[in-house]
């Protein structure tokens, strides 16, 4: 009996809806990325994107834990002298609520292109007014 491996043209792709009211960050992040990886299915390939769309709402009302919100920081440099930056999450989370909801999902996916693939399946709003209605 040989192991059977699904073909990138066999995959089906379903759009699944996260509503983020009130869920913590991080469980929020786990459950997206296993949706993204396709690990929910019983074709989940390592090595392939199987995953699903995934689409959040709500992402502005997402809980943190802890003191997260004054100590976490988010780094970034310019490669410019002087060009470094850095935001704490508290501030983030108000300004850009998505961005937060994206960094934590990307930290959970692989690295590289195989990533990247999923996460051009993802698409956050900070609120559900954006969303169609079907």
């Known amino acids: ?3 059977y491996t699904v073909k990138a043209k066999e995959v089906k792709r379903e759009t699944r809806v996260i509503d983020a009211d009130g869920m913590v960050l991080g469980k929020l992040a786990t459950e997206a990325a296993k949706i993204l ?3 929910d299915k019983a074709t ?9 769309r995934v689409i959040v709402i709500n992402a502005a009302k997402v809980k943190v834990t802890g003191s997260k919100l004054e100590q976490k920081t988010y780094k970034r440099h310019s490669t410019y002298p002087g ?9 983030l989370l108000e300004d850009k609520p998505e961005e937060v909801v994206r960094k934590a999902i990307r930290g959970m996916v692989p690295r590289g292109t195989l990533g990247d693939s999923m996460m051009s399946k993802l698409t956050i709003y900070a609120d559900d007014a954006n969303v169609k209605k079907d």
């Open 37 to 39: 990886m396709g690990k």
């Open 44 to 52: 989940y390939t390592p090595y392939m994107d199987t995953g699903d």
């Open 1 to 3: 009996m040989k192991t």
């Open 83 to 91: 060009g470094f930056r850095e935001t704490k999450m508290g501030d």
